[in-house]
């Protein structure tokens, strides 16, 4: 099946500050990458998306970037305020209809 | 609209106990999963159904068991639960699947201790 890797594990920034998250993932069928985020206690929730047919996807300040030569992805968020604090995972596909996740980065943003 | 709705919300076991829980999504979604989540670990699939009266295994589904009666319904099952299946389950629906651009929408999840 597909394997995700995601780095870094942890991240902190400044209020205001740009924060960048990275995925590779290993299976070439893989044509859906979507981002979730999660906060404490919580579930899982989207917050963007990008298809294989697509290189860049924004949406205010998030946005995603997808290099399919050389398999990774990742997820750039600008301006961060505090309330960005949270878990976010990256996720493929491998061609199918299953959710391959990585294994998430925990985002500090300090006020 | 509820959205997908997991119960129970906690649940603590004894080894060898047995339970189900239940997963319930009110979006006529065709597609239901069930991962796991623990520290470290990301998600990570157990079971999936593409449709009402279909189940598949996924990366981690030794000790589980899964059943679509009815299309909005998805449960799982744990026959002898033990130590190892501590952890933070979560239910998640999808219109068309991953395949089609389809995200998965997730439950609240359910916490399971098992001693």
């Known amino acids: 099946g597909e394997n995700v890797e995601q780095h870094p594990s942890t991240l902190s920034v400044q209020e205001g500050d740009s924060a960048v998250i990275k995925c590779t993932y290993s299976?070439?069928?893989?044509?859906?990458f979507p981002w979730y985020k999660q906060e404490l206690g919580k579930r899982p929730q989207l917050i963007i998306d990008?298809?294989?047919?697509?290189g860049e996807k924004k949406d205010q300040r998030i946005a995603v970037t997808l290099n399919k030569t050389a398999k990774h992805f990742s997820l750039h968020i600008t301006e961060t305020q505090p309330e960005d604090s949270a878990v976010y995972f990256c996720?493929?596909?491998?061609?199918?209809?299953?959710?391959?996740f990585g294994t998430g980065t925990r985002l500090t943003v300090i006020p | 609209n509820a959205g997908v709705t997991q119960t129970p919300k906690f649940r603590v076991l004894k080894t060898g106990q047995s339970m189900t829980l239940l997963c319930a999504q009110d979006m006529n979604h065709e597609y239901m999963y069930w991962y796991r989540q623990d520290p470290g670990m990301g998600l990570r699939l157990i079971h999936y159904?593409?449709?009402?009266?279909?189940?598949a295994k996924g990366e981690v589904p030794d000790g589980y068991n899964v059943s679509r009666l009815k299309k909005q319904n998805f449960l799982l099952g744990l026959e002898s639960a033990a130590p190892s299946q501590t952890s933070v389950y979560f239910c998640a629906s999808s219109l068309t699947g991953a395949q089609h651009g389809s995200p998965l929408h997730f439950g609240n999840g359910t916490r399971l201790t098992v001693t």
């Open positions: 990008i298809r294989s047919n697509v």
């Open positions: 159904s593409v449709g009402e009266g279909t189940t």
């Open positions: 996720a493929a596909n491998g061609g199918a209809n299953n959710l391959f």
């Open positions: 299976d070439s069928a893989s044509n859906y």
